[in-house]
Structures are given as C-alpha cells and as structure tokens.
C-alpha cells in the first residue's frame, strides 16, 4: 500500500500519454488551491495584513503563479527574468518582494521600476543601491544572518557558513544608515532553515526577529512595517513524516508576536512568509517511463527521465518517494535503483528501493516533485528538459510548458558562422 497518491490512473495516463509522451511534470490545481487556503487561512486569522509571497524559483512557471495569485498569494524573486514572471502573472507593486544577492544595478533598476519591495542582502548594498537608483525607495528591507546566535539545518546550513544577510552590529547599522539616506519605510528579513519539518523551529525563529524589532527600534529609532520569515518549510518526502501544522505554528508566533511586539509598541507589524516549496512540491509529480531493466552487481530500472529534469535526489541525495502506476498494491519484491541516462552515476532517482517487480512500459512516478523540480533541471548532456501539465479542477488537463526541443538546445549557437571557422 502506498501512502503517497498520484491523481490518474493506468488508464488515464495511457490516454494522456498518446498525446503527451513522457517524461513530463504534473501538476495537481486543486492540491495546490486546498493548501493555499489552508496556509492562508491559519495565518491570515491571527495576523492581519499577513502577506505570502510564493519563492518564484520553486515552480516558476507563469500558470502556476496565477493560481496562487488568486489564491492571494504574492511573488518572491531574486532575478529579473523572475520579476517578469511575477508581472506576467498580474504581480506587481508591494505584491512583489525582491530578495536577491550579488544582484547586478539593472535588477535593482528593474525591480525599483515595478515598485517591487527590495530586500537588501548586503549593508554595501545601501549605497550600491542608492547610486543606481539616483536615491533610495521610500521602503527598503534588509536580510538579517544571525550567525553562531542560530542552528541553521542540513539543507541549508549553518547561518554563520551562509553567505546571505547582515550580521547582528550590521543590520543595526543599516537602518540608520537607510534613514539618514532617506528611506522612510522599513522592513526586516531572514531565512535561515529549508525544508524544515520541525515546527517549533519557525516559532523560534519569529521570536528572534520579533526580538531584534525591538532592538532596532530601540537602538535606531526605526520601527520595521513589516517582518518577513523567509521560507524554509519543509514538506514530507518520506512516508509516515509528518507536514508542519500551520495553526500550531501561527498560534504559537501570534503568541510571541504579543509577548514581544506588543509592549514595545511595535504594533501592527504585517507578517510575512516567502515559502515556495510547500505550496508546489507535494502537488507535483515527475511522470516518467520505465525503458530499460539491468541486471548486473544490482538490478535496474531505467527510465525515460533523468537527474537533468529532476536534480534533488542527485545533488542532495535527497528521498523522493517512486511509485509505480497500477502497482500500487502490489508487494515491494524486488530491490532496484531506479536511474537516468546521464552520463553521472549520481543520476539515480531511487537508490536500493524495495518497489514491486517493474517491467518496461511501466509508469514510473517520482513524489512531491512540484517544488524545485522542473526549475531545477539543466542541460547537462545535451538533455532536453521535460514539459509541464497541469491537472485542473475539473479534471482537464492542459499543457503549461512544452517539452524543449533539439532547436531550444542550439538557440543560442549560430550554425551560420560554422562554416568559415577555422579549427
Ligand atoms: C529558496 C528561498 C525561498 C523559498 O524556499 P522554500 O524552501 O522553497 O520555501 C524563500 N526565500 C529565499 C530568500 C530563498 O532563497
């Protein structure tokens, strides 16, 4: 029995495959719209104002953001080719949120342009910004690293080894700097875990930025509007985890944001997240085909997929659950790893999994692949990048990116200069 579900059938997907050949990305519309809800719901209730801005680079494909969009959601980008995205999708303005680093003047240009809120990673940014803008914005955010002061985790590391945000002496500094070169609105930012399951962990974390709030407020006179969290939750790869309870975590954070905020006169001041993985990963699936079986010192299963459509598992060693459609029931017999065509040992979906005998032309599906998939993938190999469907709510399914082609690898050789090359 499996405890993770794929929303077709055997029988759908020999239908949807004559039109649609895999490998390809499903993604789930109400899967997605029901957890936004939720999100939104649990912190909405106890924070007003709250704002989400969904992480661009999770899923960044314009559908998908429009969904969120009108679920309320905003956008968190971190390049221009992301702001557009986001504008594209009907986001603008402070729906918008510009948390970027090592960003480039035009970026800034850009995102100043469209009114996004930008989020400053650095304290030499102040003046970098300040020069290719021609004068602050009017409301400027900065990105606190906590450093030793905070256990970071696995995936993202410990904050004193990441290269993001302020430290504690420069983030006070910041705002008055900010201040003195006329900045009027204010906000404060961290990000410090990723795909955390641990829900205290976020508590914690509003704790610490609620405190330094007040520490700001008190050492520089600024009084931040707004506090983002970053992202950072986690979802439940494996089986039998368990996802984060949104209204334990929003109960607990409103619980401190009135311990800590509240005397210190730093009410209201709107909460933000900038999550990206929870509201796509676990509603997206990579569809994929089982072409070759091996049998040398372990058994294999190839398939039509490879680490270049899906990177997590290759890079991180990171779980996702594989299951074989039709065979969900079917006793976990035989032990395989489940494998691309690159030319990388590392491009392994599954490694010594116990899954149901697989025979070729069987539908192989990789698990809560909807978050840092597709947006993950590269060409490495000359692959070309599988396409995106997306499962309505009334249960069409449509195309929302095509499958690459061999011209989208050469777009940007010219064959016509090839000729008089001399080698
Ligand atoms: C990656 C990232 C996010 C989103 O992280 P998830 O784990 O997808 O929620 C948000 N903010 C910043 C700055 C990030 O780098």
Known sequence: MSEKSFPLTLQDLR????????????YD???IREHARRFMNAFSSRFPGFREYFAVKACPNPFIMKILAAEGLGA???S????????????????VMFTSNETPESEYVYANLMNAIINLDDITHIDYLDKALGGLPE???????PGPLRDG???IGKPEEAKYGLTRPQILEAYAEAA?????RFGLHTMVASNELNPDYFVETARMLFELAVEIKEKTGVAVEFINMGGGIGIPYRPGQKAIDYDYVADKMKAAYDAVMKPAGLDPVRICFECGRPFTGPYGWLVTKAIHEKHIYREYIG??????????????????????????????SKTYDVVGSLCENCDKFAVQRELPEIEKGDFVVIHDAGAHGRAMGFNYNAKLRAGELLLREDGKIIEIRRKEIIDDYFATLDFKKLPGFKA
């Open 80 to 95: 221009m080719p992301e702001l557009i995205l986001a504008q594209k999708s009907g986001l603008t303005g402070d729906q």
């Open 29 to 31: 519309e109400k899967g």
């Open 76 to 78: 968190d980008c971190s």
């Open 139 to 145: 409301l400027i955010c900065f990105r606190y690293n």
């Open 153 to 155: 985790n696995a995936l």
């Open 303 to 332: 398939v039509d997929a490879s680490m270049a459509d899906l990177m997590r598992p290759g890079m991180y060693g990171a779980y996702h659950h594989v299951s074989v459609v039709g065979k969900e029931d079917a006793p976990a």
């Open 180 to 184: 003195k070169r006329g900045a009027k």
């Open 15 to 26: 239908g949807l495959t004559a039109q649609y050949p895999t490998p390809f990305y499903l």
